[in-house]
C-alpha cells in the first residue's frame, strides 16, 4: 500500500519519482527491529541532488524545506487508505 499511494500521488508524470531500493542500506536505524514485530516500510522522503547534497546526520546536510507539502499529503493519503481497510 505505501508504494502505490505514493505513485498515485506523484501521478503518471512523474513515475520515476517513486523508487524500490534495490540494494539494502547500510544504515543503523533500528526501525528493522520494529519491522519484525508489526508490518511497515521504510520510506526516503528525497531531498534531491541538488548542489553540495548529502544524506542526513551529516554536519553538511541542509533540509529542503519545499517537500514538506509533498510529505504532509503523502501521510494523509496513507492514512486514509489504512482506515479504508
Request: proline content about 7%; charged content about 15%; glycine content about 10%.
Amino acid at each position: 500500500m505505501p508504494k502505490q499511494v505514493a505513485q498515485n500521488l506523484m501521478g503518471d508524470s512523474h513515475p520515476q519519482q517513486v523508487i524500490d531500493i534495490p540494494e539494502p542500506l547500510m544504515g543503523s536505524e533500528d526501525f528493522a527491529f520494529m519491522l519484525n514485530q508489526c508490518p511497515g516500510s521504510y520510506l526516503l522522503l528525497g531531498n534531491g541532488q541538488g548542489e553540495n547534497s548529502c544524506m542526513v546526520h551529516n554536519p553538511g546536510y541542509d533540509f529542503n524545506d519545499e517537500i514538506i507539502l509533498r510529505g504532509i499529503a503523502y501521510w494523509s493519503a496513507l492514512t486514509q487508505e489504512f482506515l479504508k481497510e
